[in-house]
């Protein structure tokens, strides 16, 4: 599953049935996992956040993300998150990936996790301009230890460019 996927995902308590709200970011870690979601939505005159932790996800699929009840949505204070999917300060969302040798390997339009493997990161979709992307489509780099995100660009190892993989559903087809 794709990261851009579970944006705007209706979220449902399953003690209840009652939706809660959607989804508007991914919440992420350092280590390169999923540690939650942040809902649509802001406290009243607060910087926090409506939050979900990854823990009290019981399921989720292309229609909806199931969590415990409503007591998992808490108010995240913006200065605890790490690094999100598509807003604030640390995104990855366009992100520049750059090899330690020096070599501009594109943008990050996009994070796979894979349903089995919970909540690990799996690879990033990245895009070398539209042009690329429409006359070769968009690219998905795995995952790979010694991966990192740094202030303005995520690091990758030499010679990342040769593991770059043509995604099943990409743009071109």
Do not use: C
């Not at 979220?11 to 709200?21: H, I, L, P, S, T």
């Not at 796979?112 to 780099?141: A, C, P, Q, W």
């Amino acid at each position: 599953m794709r990261l851009q996927e579970m944006i705007g995902l209706a979220v449902y308590d399953v003690e209840g049935g009652k939706q809660v709200g959607k989804v508007l970011d991914i919440m992420l870690d350092d280590n390169w996992t999923i540690t939650g979601i942040l809902l649509v939505g802001k406290h009243m005159f607060s910087t926090g956040k409506k939050a979900v932790l990854w823990d009290d996800i019981v399921a989720y699929g292309e229609d909806a993300v199931m969590i415990r009840n409503q007591q998992a949505v808490h108010k995240q204070e913006a200065e605890n998150i790490q690094q999100t999917f598509l807003t604030g300060n640390g995104k990855l969302k366009e992100v520049s990936v750059l090899t330690g040798d020096g070599t501009m390997i594109g943008h990050v339009t996009d994070v796979y996790f894979n349903h089995e493997l919970g909540n690990t990161i799996t690879g990033i979709e990245i895009s070398d301009g539209f042009f690329s992307d429409v006359m070769e489509g968009r690219k998905m780099l795995p995952y790979t230890p010694g991966m990192t995100k740094g202030e303005n660009v995520i690091m990758v190892p030499p010679l990342s460019e040769q593991l770059l993989e043509n995604p099943m559903n990409s743009v071109n087809g």
